[in-house]
């Protein structure tokens, strides 16, 4: 009996030290990026700064900013001097690998789900120590545009016997 209780100890001992041996990493996915944009500096950094609010013909016109767009404009969130950076509210400049503190700002409660795993996607180990990668808000939102359109319905099943567009004939 002895033996089983000096057995069990040991066990449990072993789990703890090798799980407190295990910290908690927390990685996230690399910024969803064009090819050739980054670093925008390769440009940016011998341009001069246009702070108008206008359409953009001679780069980026991909970019149609449909994101509280009555309130702000794109140096909101990219830091004019430094285009390589991203701006939060009191000026302070973080990376695009940290996009997420920006969204943070004023999707307070999202963001709280976020870290805890509750809102978009980690994978990894969920709770305690271990690794977990956390998708970015820009993995699934595109933050120039970042709410969801509805999805195009598919086409409704055919039959082998009907033709591809769906009508017997
Ligand atoms: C290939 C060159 C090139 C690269 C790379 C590039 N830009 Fe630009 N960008 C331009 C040009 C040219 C304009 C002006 C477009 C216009 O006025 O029609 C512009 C305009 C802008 C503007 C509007 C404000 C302003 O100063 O005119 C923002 C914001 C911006 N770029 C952000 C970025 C960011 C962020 C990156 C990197 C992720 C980037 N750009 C990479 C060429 C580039
Ligand atoms: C709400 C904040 C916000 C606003 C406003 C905003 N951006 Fe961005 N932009 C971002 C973030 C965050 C990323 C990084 C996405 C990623 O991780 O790839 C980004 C990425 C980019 C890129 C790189 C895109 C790519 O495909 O690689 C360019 C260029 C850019 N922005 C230009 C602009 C221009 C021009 C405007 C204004 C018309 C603008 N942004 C407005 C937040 C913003
Ligand atoms: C300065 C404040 C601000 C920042 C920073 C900001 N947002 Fe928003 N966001 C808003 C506002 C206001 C709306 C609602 C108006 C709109 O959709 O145009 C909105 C709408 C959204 C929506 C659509 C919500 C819906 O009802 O479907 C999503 C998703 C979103 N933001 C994600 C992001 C992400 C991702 C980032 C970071 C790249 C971000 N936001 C940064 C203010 C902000
Ligand atoms: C793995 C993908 C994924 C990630 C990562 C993600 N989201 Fe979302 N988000 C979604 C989906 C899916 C919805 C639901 C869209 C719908 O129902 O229209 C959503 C909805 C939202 C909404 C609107 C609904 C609401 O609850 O207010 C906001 C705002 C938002 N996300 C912001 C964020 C922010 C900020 C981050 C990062 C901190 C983030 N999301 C990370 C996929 C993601």
Redesign the pocket.
Known sequence: MRAFYAAVTCLFLLFFFASSAMPVVEEYMPPPMTEGMFPCSNCHATMEVNRKKRVLKEEHTDIKLHHAETMRWCLDCHDAKNRDKLRLYNGDLIDFTES?RL??EC?GN??KD?KAGL???RVGYFAGPGKRT????A???NPHD???KPLKPEPPPYRPEENHDGISR
């Open positions: 997420y969204c943070g999707h999202v963001y976020w809102h978009g996607k956390y998708y970015l808000c993995n699934c939102h970042p709410k969801f």
